[in-house]
């Protein structure tokens, strides 16, 4: 199996995702992100294991990085999606893979990705009363230093 | 008016000395047990307060004494406050009747052992009295598995006890001992089930492992002395140590012959037989993980209990035959 | 019901929370209802940090991650910038990268076991023999490296410190004893009946359930599930050595216990076999000039904990652009609640001792 096969195999089934092979990755459009995973994960190579989900900061554009792993077809696979920066937000997938309630939990904390419909969307990391993103690239370590310590 | 001042100096003289006993045996064994735990994992255990670490209880005395004793926040002053003395006063007062040998006897009521087991059960009172009072609600689950701990294991103990009273036909601790002149109690069977039983129970009585449940340490942090310091912990502390020593004793008196043997005086054997039995305690703590609080109580009900009821009417069954 | 409800905070601070994991635990009675872990109390931002660091200047950092097995952070990294810089280490120092892995594991798993054993109440005496061992395996590294926590050994390209005889006589020392002092937890833990009424069937993880949590290592293969990415992905020199997978059969605590016992003695194995395969070369390399990464790499290794990911994001810069660690404890921790609930309160610290978590991972 490689990633042409599995990028192929998304095209047919949803031409809306607009799927493409970017640099090593399957980079699917947002609104057909949830459909396309489920359809990776409950499909015939059953990406059953969703080994990480995070995010990467590219100032202009934000992407939410997922890496699935099938033990049948033994295939790493990582799937991107591209978010704007300006109030993120994507279907959540905690509903597929427990895994990603605790992951996209994270990534909401450090770079305030709304994931819609987690059951539990709060920061985890940092303190419940933080202010700002720390891992967003605009987020300065010195916002940390000017705030007044209570 | 006669008025007994020879006796009432005597008794006074007495006391004092189970006092000082007491307060002694518990800095020693408190001592030995960080010795014998040290020679079982392989370290030294305390070396630095005099030789061999050995005045390191009383450096940890005066230590709790100086300490603060901080009152937490929200806790039942008077409750809190009177717990420690529940816990410690009964465990000296058991002295009372333990026969260090023939005529090294505080008292020695007719119905010495029932004395023993009933005012060493008052502590229970002490111990819900601090999980309750202190406003903590791990105290409060170390006191509830401590009541529900103690008073179940109270059954199968008294019911082993109960088989020595029969071979012994007395109640009384020197009546007891003089009636293991023919032999140690020990050496008959039946009296070997009551020992194991006694043995477990009173395990369990003094809250230590495998049935240190009121105080896990990984669950409760310390149960229900966790709010206490200075030196109403170390009563807590001083009270764990007593019972644990009486429970010895006891048990070396009961199936071991008390202070029978040749050769040395009888005080000499009494403490080497209760301190074999403490050694061997010890060395069951520290070897053995802790049981679940079901698993402890199943135990107790459904193992323990049967098998000392079972074993009481054996023995009777037995000395009707005899005559 | 919700009146009933006995709200205890377990930690932060606590014997056996395993470092600052605070658990908010509502019982009835003592059945524990709700486990909720709150964590970030060790939160260091150690991700952000990367973004300022070039990829040498990292790897201390992976030493602070999980504080128990640092060589294998240490190799975690250096293995996934080796894979994006397209560097391959020479041979003796990929051996000698297997030999500290697995001596770290080793010393990651005794303090597994004996702190599991402690959370059972076993005072102290597993913990003493199993630091007793330890100080073995650390004395070795620390003729190896100079460190005896934080190792900074594994580096791009290379390691820190060859071999030298003496080392070498000191593994096989440290091997043969721990062969015979292996069968002491045995007596004293494995067979222990009050051990076994505690763990056995206590805190059944389903396999389904822990695939999809994303449980890994030792915790998912007590499921009975053959996954070690050293066998189903081998780097290094993984494939060239003998071992096998240990596994579990019910996935309870014992299970967990057990596969790492078994592991232990796998890890001796695979320690004598690279010693004795040890080729020649020098080892020890010297950088000058900071990596420029470009492109983005996700590496795997096996953490004693677990699955081990390194993703780096790349910009041609000497910094990283983005650098996420997939800690395995992570994952590991938040099947926390599935597994505590319903149980009770000394079944619940024994599932979480059970789990092996370390917070520097998972806070990161």
Known sequence: MDLLTVVQAVQTMFPDAAAEAV???LVIRKEAAFAVLDQLKNGPSRFISLQCLTAVDRKEALDVVYHLYSFDVRFLLTVKVVLSSEEPSIDSV??????????EREVYDLFGIKFLGHPDLRRILNPDDWAGHPLRKSFASSDIIQKPLK | MNFPVQELLKLAAKGGFVLGFVAVSAMFLIWLERKVSAWIQNRKGPMMTGPQGAFQSVADTVKLLL??????????????????????????MAFVCMPFGPHHIVYDLNVGILYICSITSVSVLGIFMAGWGSNNKYSLLGGMRSAAQIISYEVPLLLSVL?????????????IVHAQEPGWFILKPNVMVAFLIYLISATAEVNRVPFDIPEAESELVAGYHTEYSGMKFAMFFVAEYTNFFIISATTATLFFGGWLGPWAPSPVWFLLKAYGIVFFLMWVRWTLPRLRMD????????????????????????????? | MIKDELVINMGPQHPSTHGVLFLELRLNGEIVNDCRPHIGYLHRSIEKVAESRTLTQFIPFTDRLDYLASMNNNLGFCLAAERLLQIEAVRRAQYLRVIVAELNRIASHLLAISTFAQDLGAYATALFYAMRDRQKIVQIFDELCGQRLTYNYVRIGGVSGDMTPKIAQMIRDFIASEREILKDYDDLLTHNIIFKARSKNIGVLAQDIALSYGVTGPNLRATGFNWDVRKDEPYLVYDKLDFKVSLGTV???????FVRVQEMRESLKIVEQALAALPEGDPVVKVNKPFRPNGEVYMRTESPRGDLGFYIVGNGEAFPYRLKIRAPSFSNISVLPVMAKGLNVSDAVCVLGSLDIVMGEIDR
């Open chain 1, 94 to 103: 905690a509903s597929l893979w427990d895994a990603a309630n605790w992951f």
């Open chain 2, 295 to 323: 698993q402890m109580m199943t135990f107790a009900w459904k193992v323990l209990t049967p098998l000392a009821l079972v074993n009481v009417l054996v023995t009777g069954w037995f000395l009707v035959r005899k005559g």
């Open chain 1, 23 to 25: 640099a090593g990755a």
């Open chain 2, 67 to 92: 300490k603060e004793n901080i009152v937490p926040s929200g806790a039942d002053f008077f409750i809190w406050w009177l717990a420690p003395f529940f816990v410690a006063i009964p465990a000296v």
């Open chain 2, 163 to 175: 088989v020595v009273v029969m071979e012994a036909g007395t109640v009384s601790m020197q009546g």
């Open chain 3, 251 to 257: 996935g309870d605590a014992w299970d967990r216990y």
